[in-house]
């Protein structure tokens, strides 16, 4: 019986060449663990950052877990209603 050897035997791929060309588990690992972590601690913390220090979007993103400030500032709109910003503008005029 013969076995076909694993170069000669056609694989059908679909994707774009970027997909193809990238590593297997590329973008998987700790970054994403991280990630996941932070959208689910990250939004309260990190209104407790932004009522109680000076700190920027970047220093809080870092603080909170999140890869980038631009994640963070998604992800905060998405759960709180309203950009980093304007969520410390609005607590500091209550104070």
Do not use: N, W
């Not at 076995?3 to 970027?18: E, H, L, M």
Request: aromatic content about 6%; proline content about 6%; glycine content about 10%.
């Amino acid at each position: 019986m013969l076995r076909p050897q694993p170069d000669s035997t056609p694989i059908k791929c679909s994707g774009s060449d970027a997909q193809i060309g990238r590593p297997a588990g590329a973008g998987v690992g700790t970054r994403s663990v991280a990630e996941a972590r932070a959208r689910r601690t990250g939004p309260r913390h990190a209104q407790e950052l932004l009522e109680m220090t000076d700190h920027g979007v970047e220093t809080i993103a870092r603080r909170t877990g999140f890869a980038s400030a631009t994640t963070f500032r998604t992800q905060f709109r998405r759960l709180a209603g309203v950009s980093p910003r304007t969520y410390r503008a609005t607590f500091r005029a209550r104070a």
